[in-house]
Nanobody, 122 residues
Framework: QEQLVESGGGLVQPGDSLRLSCAASGLTLSGYAVGWFRQAPGKDREFVAVTTWRTTYYADSVKGRFTISRDNARNTVYLQMNSLKPEDTAVYYC?????????????????WGEGTQVTDCS
């Protein structure tokens, strides 16, 4: 079965850190860009970060606080989130990028996980 599975979410206080994982099974992430998106209650799903074969890109709202990385041997992508803020509360999704150089548009991703919840409890 081809799937992406996110893990690592939880309850956080402002300033906390979390590391999210995105593990692929039945499909490879090697050679593909992989992105993280998030969706807060009542809002659209938004781009957070992407790792391509040569670089990484971040949304302005997380730049300097979040770091995306990958382990091709484990077929896994990570999102290290530091200095968390209440506005980071959302369900976080990973996705495999399928085509083009547009990494922000959701339609350019073919496989999505079901998400992991990050909630501010302050």
């Amino acid at each position: 079965q081809e799937q992406l599975v996110e893990s690592g979410g939880g309850l956080v206080q402002p300033g906390d850190s979390l590391r999210l994982s995105c593990a692929a099974s039945g499909l490879t992430l090697s050679g593909y860009a992989v992105g993280w998106f998030r969706q807060a209650p009542g809002k659209d799903r938004e781009f957070v970060a992407v790792t391509t074969w040569r670089t990484t890109y971040y949304a302005d709202s997380v730049k300097g606080r979040f770091t995306i990385s990958r382990d091709n041997a484990r077929n896994t992508v990570y999102l290290q989130m530091n200095s968390l803020k209440p506005e980071d509360t959302a369900v976080y999704y990973c996705a495999r990028h399928q085509r083009g150089d547009d990494y922000i548009t959701r339609a350019n991703y073919d496989y999505w996980g079901e998400g992991t919840q990050v909630t501010d409890c302050s």
